[in-house]
Each structure stands twice: as C-alpha cells, then as structure tokens.
C-alpha cells in the first residue's frame, strides 16, 4: 500500500482524503505541519509552492490539497482567497453578495500536489464540479460552503449528501481519481519501493 502524508489543517479536508485514499489502496496520514500558503491568484501555484515546502521539512511522500469556489457573477470571486472568505464573511456574506442575483452558477476547483523523494517535479492534479450557489443554507453536514453549493445534476446541496456521495461527484474526488490514475499507471514497484 501506497502512504502519502496529507499537510492540512482542515479536519473536513482530511477526512474526505482519507476516505477517498481508502478507495483506491492509498494511506493517507495526515501532518501536524504548519502549512506555508502563498498568496497567489492561482491555485495551482498555491498548492505547488505549499508541497515544495512541506517536502523540505518532511522529505518523504506528500500530498498538499487547495480548493477554492468561483461564483461567475462575482467574476469568479473568491477563487484561491476561499479560504480567507470563508472566514472573514463567511456563508451569510456570499449570500448577501449574491442577493438579487439571477446568475447562480458556480464551480469548486482542487489541485492535489504530489512531491516524493524520487520525484523529479512535483505532480498536479486537477477537478472541477460544476454547479449553482443555493439561495440558503441546506445541510449539516460537510464543511465550508457545502451547505450552499448544488452540485450540477443534484437536488441536494453538498452538505445534505454522505461523504461518500459528496466524494463520488466532487472537485476534490475527482482531482483525487486523477491522482489515484497516475500512481496506478506510473508507481512502479522500483520507484515506489519507499512509498510505504
Ligand atoms: P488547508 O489547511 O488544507 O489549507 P483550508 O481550509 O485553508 O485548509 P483551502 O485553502 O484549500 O483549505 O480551502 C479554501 C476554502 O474553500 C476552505 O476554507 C473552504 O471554506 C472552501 N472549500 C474548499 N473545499 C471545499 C469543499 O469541498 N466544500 C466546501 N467548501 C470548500
């Protein structure tokens, strides 16, 4: 079996890893590493330079995991600043910012970072969920703007599904498959004999 360490300090975060690691043969242990963020437009360099530094602390196989929501009537606000939205206005200010608006649609994007000893590069993976920003909070469970994001093809918010459902459709299951896919196709017996 495979073991990646996880730097993360989102308990939601980790568990949805941890539970997609499980479907797919792959360990997912989670760091009690502080996490160094850039601040950065893009979430693929956020996620990129967050690995870089964690390997330089831990120098074994990581993952490092950055998702943020693009609401298109927000010109794609708040993307890679999530996480500071989140906690500074929080669900009730993004509805508020969204009130009256017809436009609902909204996507939540991930980038997985892989870095490991015998890595040339640290590898990216991506997934997008397409949907639409609820008009209120519907669901307990989850974390983040779960309860006000519809998936596409769903009646539910993110929040009223099992972790499994949420993971089966979502922007960090699929960045996670993705992930899953290259490990399979590419970790060798030889360039992961340490891998575990
Ligand atoms: P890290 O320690 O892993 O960085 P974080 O919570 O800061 O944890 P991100 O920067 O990747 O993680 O996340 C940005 C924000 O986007 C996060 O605070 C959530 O509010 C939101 N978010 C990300 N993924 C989400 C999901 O699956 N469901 C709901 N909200 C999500």
């Known amino acids: 079996m495979v073991r990646l360490y996880l730097a993360s300090r989102n308990p939601g975060k980790v568990s949805e890893l941890r539970k997609l690691g499980s479907y ?16 950065s437009e893009s979430l693929e360099y956020v996620s990129l330079f967050s690995a870089v530094n964690a390997f330089l602390t831990l ?14 009537a927000l010109n794609f606000f708040p993307g890679a600043y999530s996480s500071f939205v989140y906690r500074t ?13 017809e436009n ?69 299951g699929r960045a996670f498959m993705e992930l899953a896919g290259w490990l399979a196709d590419n970790c060798s017996k030889v360039m992961c004999y340490s891998w575990t």
């Open 104 to 172: 609902r649609q909204a996507y939540f994007k991930s980038v997985i970072a892989l870095a490991a000893p015998n890595l040339p590069e640290v590898k990216l993976f991506t997934g997008v969920v397409y949907g639409v920003i609820a008009t209120e909070p519907r669901g307990s469970r989850g974390f983040g703007f779960d309860p006000i994001f519809i998936p596409e093809g769903s009646a539910k918010t993110f929040a009223e599904m099992e972790e499994d459902e949420k993971n089966r459709i979502s922007h960090r």
């Open 89 to 101: 206005i929080g669900i009730r200010g993004v509805l508020k910012l969204l009130e009256g608006v």
């Open 24 to 39: 797919f043969g792959i360990e997912i242990v989670p760091l009690d590493l502080p996490k160094v963020e850039v601040q």
């Open 59 to 72: 120098r074994k196989p990581l993952i490092v995991e950055d998702s943020g929501l693009y609401i298109e």
